[in-house]
């Protein structure tokens, strides 16, 4: 007798869900994998021809579905708010202190920080019905299909729910490793650490690649429930349990000590879990407390983040190699035995100068000490001398440019040492790097490798030369791995990059310690790049924020005619050299307080915010009875509510536009 179609695809399901379970579960699979492959084989097989009894939770879902051309962008009802920090144990006790006194006697649920990508997920009925990226707390990126192929994410619960939870998802030490063994294999660029590779797998825009990839996901949090009401933290944790998810294991403490005793054990097991973490979550558990607390704009003042000291670990100095900066500067660096270090494959160190390598007395052959500064750069921090052989030779920065082959030089009382070539290739390749980096210019398909690629052709060969590239189309045409979408990408950007705001041009210029946040300063201050090349030092410095060095290298910079003949070329050239006045294009807005909710229909938020702000209003993140207005789009969420409930003001787009006429 032949099966109803419809019901063999609900028992497959079923037998399917029911083999996961044990596999991923229980670890105690009951049959082959060749067997497992039959039944997905014969389910899919069913689904195309019969797509009408195809099951939203069925667990074909998992190997990806049709590639996106880009992700969605999805709203949050509540938004959801990063943690503060504790970098020790002074700043954990002193947020216990904090808490106590506001609320009194309490108990602390402990879990790990995990060190993946957040994501939200959503069901409806007991059904995953979208998933996506924490992004910037209100809104994040649609990842439904690839966060489908996540073995451990439910597609379907144990019982019927609708809610929201928030989880990490993670890759797992061993699986991050096989992962970049086979991309070296096939020639693919290695990801820096098992973050980069949960990050980068969500990420992608084809979901087929996703369910190849080996992640998992701890649940860590419920963000709102239909059915239930829970008095604490553990208790809702329990029941996503119940329902199927995996979730954050849980620790509790009664009081300062215990959390200080668990941190410390924590620190020292690390190493041994199979997946990474950088620390532990602190949170209190009682609901009714937490919301006694509160929080601020950023995070929740019941919790908070304690970030684990740096990892120190011991590797060999294979070679010290120099690099030349874009003002000449040179930097050696230290060239690593890869180590794993918080995360990442360690393999380079910058040794920064010569007093640097000469009061550590590092050389190449030497074994060292190495941790991250911040867990972010790599830094060496003393040398084994117990493991010091013989054959080792003190090390000094050449005298001669590695690059150029030109002279260096250590001016007295400095601590770096220069190349005086100011043609120096790796010089005007550095300056092109910074001028079209992403706090700068901005201009994408222009990375090093590109840069480098058109120097070596004569393609470019001053700054000036990117805005001329539309004229060398056969040229780069021509060139290895070169196409016309990416031609015509990378002629968009340049094109766009020439409407960037006056203090994007002045970082880009890459005067000496003028950074992003100065390059605002002297934009608004005068305006005008002519303006600001004909102000001397004693008005430079009667701005707050600019002291004596930043003055004398600005004057410096705008005095070098080789730096203003740059700047009248790119003029010509058609950039932006004014900032727009943001005092004012009116008035209309000054004293107002806006707060921005859901998708608007014409402009982005950012966009709406910029007008604001330029017309003499402001955005909050919250409403209040201080609010203004709320400027709501489609998808608007809880802030509606709150605005309805408090009488603030409601405006649509088309509203808001008419009050800007």
Same mark, same amino acid.
Request: hydrophobic fraction near 35%; proline fraction near 2%.
């Given at each position: 007798m032949v099966k109803d179609p419809k019901e063999e695809i609900i028992e497959l399901v079923e037998e399917i869900e029911k083999h996961d379970k044990l596999y991923y579960e229980q670890d105690a699979p009951e049959i082959e994998d060749v067997e497992y492959d039959d039944l997905i084989k014969r389910l899919i097989e069913l689904e195309d021809k019969y797509p009408m009894y195809a099951l939203e939770y069925s667990p074909t879902k998992r190997v990806g579905g049709k590639?996106?051309?880009?992700?969605?962008?999805?709203?949050?009802?509540?938004?959801?708010?990063?943690?503060?920090?504790?970098?020790?144990e002074n700043d954990l006790t002193a947020f216990d202190a904090r808490v106590r006194k506001a609320v009194g006697d309490l108990k602390y649920a402990m879990e790990y920080k995990f060190d993946g990508l957040t994501v939200v997920l959503f069901y409806e009925d007991g059904v995953f019905v979208r998933g996506a990226t924490r992004g910037d707390g209100e809104t994040g990126e649609d990842v439904t299909e690839n966060l489908r192929t996540v073995k451990n994410i439910p597609l379907k619960l144990k019982q019927k729910a609708t809610l929201e939870v928030r989880g990490e998802v993670y890759m797992e030490k061993a699986g991050f490793f096989k992962l970049n063994e086979e991309r070296k294999k096939n020639g693919e660029n290695l990801f820096a650490n098992p973050r980069n590779a949960a990050a980068g797998s969500i990420r992608q825009l084809d979901s087929k690649a996703t369910a190849k990839r080996p992640l998992d996901i701890f649940v860590f949090n419920l963000e709102r429930c239909q059915e239930r009401e829970f008095t604490c933290h553990s208790e809702s944790l329990e029941y996503l349990n119940d329902l199927g998810f995996k979730t954050s294991p849980l620790k509790f403490a009664r009081n300062i000590d215990e959390v200080l005793e668990f941190c410390r054990i924590a620190e020292g097991e690390r190493e041994d879990l199979p997946y990474e973490i950088d620390g532990l979550v602190l949170k209190v558990d009682e609901f009714d407390k937490r919301e006694a607390l509160g929080t601020t704009g950023k995070s929740p003042k019941w919790a908070i983040a304690y970030k684990f000291p740096a990892e120190i670990k011991e590797t060999l100095v294979e070679s010290i190699q120099v690099q030349v900066g874009r003002t000449g500067v040179l930097t050696p660096v230290a060239h690593l035995k890869p180590v794993l270090i918080s995360g990442s494959v360690v393999s380079r160190a910058t040794l920064h100068n010569e007093d640097y390598i000469s009061e550590r007395d590092i050389r190449e052959g030497d074994w060292v000490f190495v941790r991250k500064a911040g867990e972010i750069i790599p830094e060496v921090i003393k040398v084994n001398m117990d493991k010091r052989g013989p054959e080792t030779q003190p090390y000094t920065l050449p005298n001669k440019c590695p690059e150029c082959n030109g002279p260096t030089h250590r001016n007295e009382g400095e601590a770096d040492r220069k190349c005086l070539n100011a043609s120096c290739p790796a010089q005007i390749r550095r300056k092109m790097e910074h001028f079209v980096s992403k706090g700068a210019m901005n201009i994408e398909g222009l990375g090093p490798k590109q840069i480098k690629k058109f120097i070596d052709n004569n393609i470019i060969e001053e700054i000036s030369d990117i805005y001329k590239l539309e004229e060398k189309k056969n040229e780069i045409l021509s060139l290895e791995n070169s196409g016309d979408k990416s031609y015509e990408k990378l002629v968009t950007s340049i094109k766009q990059s020439k409407n960037r705001p006056l203090s994007r041009l002045i970082y880009a210029l890459g005067i000496p310690f003028v950074g992003e946040k100065i390059s605002k300063i002297l934009a608004y201050?005068?305006?005008?790049?002519?303006?600001?090349?004909? &102000?001397?030092? =004693?008005?430079?410095l009667s701005i707050d924020?600019?002291?004596?060095? /930043?003055? *004398?290298?600005?004057?410096?910079?705008?005095?070098?005619?080789d730096n203003m003949a740059l700047i009248e070329k790119l003029q010509k050239l058609g950039l932006n050299m004014k900032e727009e006045d943001k005092a004012t294009?009116?008035?209309?807005?000054?004293?107002k307080k806006f707060v921005l909710t859901g998708t608007l229909p014409t402009m982005k938020r950012d966009e709406a915010k910029a007008i604001i702000?330029?017309?003499?209003?402001?955005?909050?993140?919250?409403?209040?009875?201080?609010?203004?207005?709320?400027?709501?789009?489609?998808? &608007?969420?809880? =802030?509606?509510?709150?605005?309805?409930?408090?009488?603030?003001?409601? /405006?649509? *787009?088309q509203t808001f536009q008419s009050m800007l006429q």
């Open positions: 590639a996106l051309e880009k992700f969605d962008k999805v709203v949050f009802d509540t938004p959801k708010l990063s943690l503060a920090n504790a970098f020790d201050k005068y305006k005008d790049i002519c303006k600001l090349a004909d &102000a001397d030092i =004693k008005d430079l924020e600019i002291g004596d060095v /930043i003055a *004398e290298e600005t004057k410096a910079f705008f005095e070098n005619p294009k009116s008035d209309i807005f000054k004293g702000e330029k017309n003499g209003g402001s955005v909050t993140g919250t409403v209040s009875k201080n609010t203004d207005y709320v400027l709501a789009g489609e998808s &608007a969420g809880s =802030k509606l509510d709150k605005a309805r409930s408090l009488g603030v003001e409601i /405006i649509d *787009e």
